[in-house]
């Protein structure tokens, strides 16, 4: 077993878990060095459970024993300690969570194999809000969505936040990132699905009605917050839904009406 005792906040050995809160940095760096931060010991023990490797784990040493049988696992897989001070001076914030690792990203799952026997797919359209990124994966893993689609310029469905928020369920719904947008809308069509927007425009169905169709395949593309879905995604979709609200609501949150919608629009046989 290869515990290390942290000394210094500057010690390159822990250069993966240096300023964590730097959302422009870590966005940027993580991808491009193939990791992901895995932040609480469920969210730790649900990557690993999910097949993912780890690089490091990093913790305060009174979360040792609740984690000795992880480390048992991956004898040659170095684990850092430190004090809470140390640990807070090297990371920007407060680790109260428990454990912290630092994990191999998985590798890409091609788009065809992604749908192949998929009914339900969200697609999640510039959502940059890493905490609704995370809510709509927990809510695709529990109300039965397939798979998950994300534009090139959508948030990080594996950084730090959007894990967390997710409770480790990114981990159990299969996703891709586009590289076409909104082109790659035309391969979910080819497959099969039937494309529609969650968005408020003047021709859209309501969901129920939608519902009723019960469509064999259906993907459905969630807007980004604010602005909403953009000009050339709503024409390139097969038609729009909205959710039927009482008067004075226009929306939801993006990440409830995902929730909403998921349920309402879920395969009925």
Known sequence: MTFHYLESADDPRVSDY??????????????????????????????LAAGHRPRSFFLAEKWLEDLSDVFDRFPDVPVYIGSAALLEDITGFHLHRGAMAAMHRPSPVPLPELLA?????????????????????RSAAALGVDAVLVSPRCGDPLYRRSVRVSMGTVFQVPWARLESWPGDLGVLREQGFTVAALEL??????????????????????????????????????????????AGVDSLNVAAASAVAF???????
């Not at 991808?31 to 990557?47: C, D, K, Q």
């Open 18 to 47: 240096t300023r964590l809160t730097d959302v422009h940095l870590r966005k940027l760096r993580e991808p491009a060095e193939g990791m992901y931060i895995a932040e609480s010991s469920r969210v730790l023990r649900r990557a």
């Open 117 to 137: 026997g998929a009914r339900r797919v969200a697609v999640l359209e510039d959502i940059v809000d890493h905490t609704n990124v995370g809510a709509i994966f």
């Open 201 to 246: 425009t003047g021709d859209a169905v309501d969901l129920d009605e939608l519902a009723a169709r019960n469509p064999d395949k259906l993907a459905l593309v969630l807007g980004t917050e604010g602005a909403g879905m953009s000009p050339d995604t709503l024409s390139a979709v097969d038609l729009a839904v909205k959710i039927p609200m009482r």
């Open 263 to 269: 349920w309402e629009l879920r395969p009925k046989d």
